[in-house]
């Protein structure tokens, strides 16, 4: 079944989407792009990227689009997302990755200029719904949900790992930090920021600063809510980060077994393709292209009886472009069918 998908926002995660989807093939028909930029701008940003390099595709700007191999990608410029004609283009899914719109409400302005669902690409106040890919996603109900949520890239690499460990020994509660790779909420050098923390240098900083991905973990596992909360660090990378957690366990676990459950639950079950085990010696550049959410170092398990630290690497931006294309296409097919 090809998915009719307009995105709203070709910034870091609409152009990651948009590529990941093209180089897998996906069965997705990119209808439109919304964005304010122009369109010579666009082009060249989905060519040249500083992270991902250069698309070996031909590229460039057309009269209303860009032009990507001879296909045409129409790009709008509406800065009122209900004055979008999703409707007259037929448009099944928007992927609402502006950032600007996270709050049910404002999303929902897509379904009024008739989106038939919209995935925000970021955490979403008073989302009908909050999906991890390989933990929750098959809880999708379109006929209750329709502006979702596709999480956070550090949720969608830490929920992973909180469920294999509660799963196999059970969590009492933990503490994470994400060691974050910096992101243009940050100056690139000092300047005013709400944050005074992320006011300083993204380049030249190791940048203390929030994270909600660990209270976001009990939207996902409602187990968990009350047990966990965290803190990020971000560090002068592009991409490339990692999840340490630490926590308290209902019942003892030793190194080898904890590394166990991971290898299993990377190998086999929902979790194939989402999570992945290594027990090579890593450093975060070795994960920058990695499409899983999480990439679990065996080499730096600890265990002390009931408390263990476990760490777990994420490319940000493109293992969370991979699971938004996977969220998308398994909530697409769950939409009602469009009558002929």
């Not at 910034?11 to 897998?24: D, M």
């Not at 600890?302 to 408390?307: A, D, Q, T």
Request: proline share 4%.
């Amino acid at each position: 079944m090809t998915v009719r998908v307009g995105i709203n926002g070709f910034g870091r995660i609409g152009r990651n989407f948009f590529r990941a989807a093209k180089q897998r093939g996906a069965d997705i028909d990119f209808v439109a792009v919304n964005d304010l930029g122009s369109l010579d701008q666009m082009a060249h940003l989905l060519k040249y990227d500083s992270v991902l390099g250069v698309l070996p595709n031909t590229i460039k700007p057309s009269k209303g689009g860009i032009s990507v191999d001879g296909d045409e990608l129409r790009v709008l410029s509406e800065r009122d997302p209900k004055n979008l004609p999703w409707g007259e283009l037929g448009v099944d899914v928007v992927i609402e990755s502006t950032g600007f719109f996270t709050k049910r409400d404002a999303a929902a302005a897509h379904l009024a200029a008739g989106a038939k669902l919209v995935i925000v690409s970021a955490p979403c106040d008073g989302a009908d719904g909050t999906f991890v890919y390989g933990v929750n996603h098959k809880d999708f109900d379109f006929k209750t949900q329709k502006v979702i949520s596709n999480a956070s890239c550090t949720t969608n690499c830490f929920v992973p790992v909180v469920k294999v460990l509660d799963d196999a020994f059970g969590v009492e509660q933990g503490l994470m930090q994400t060691v974050h790779a910096y992101t243009g909420d940050q100056q690139l050098v000092d300047g005013p920021h709400k944050d005074l923390r992320r006011a300083r240098g993204a380049a030249i900083n190791i940048v203390p600063t929030s994270t909600g991905a660990a209270r976001a973990t009990s939207l996902v596992l409602a187990s968990m809510k009350g047990k966990l909360d965290g803190t990020s660090l971000r560090v002068p990378v592009p991409t490339g980060s990692v999840v340490d957690f630490t926590a308290i366990l209902k019942k003892e676990a030793s190194v080898a077994e904890i590394n166990a459950a991971f290898k299993k639950a990377a190998a086999s079950g929902p979790l194939k393709g989402v999570l992945r085990y290594t027990e090579d010696p890593i450093v975060s550049s070795d994960i920058v292209g990695d499409p899983h959410s999480s990439i679990f170092d065996a080499g730096l398990t600890m265990s002390m009886g009931k408390m263990v630290k476990v760490l777990s690497w994420y490319d940000n931006e493109w293992g969370y472009s991979n699971r938004l294309i996977d969220t998308t296409m398994y909530a697409a097919s769950k939409l009602p069918k469009s009558k002929k």
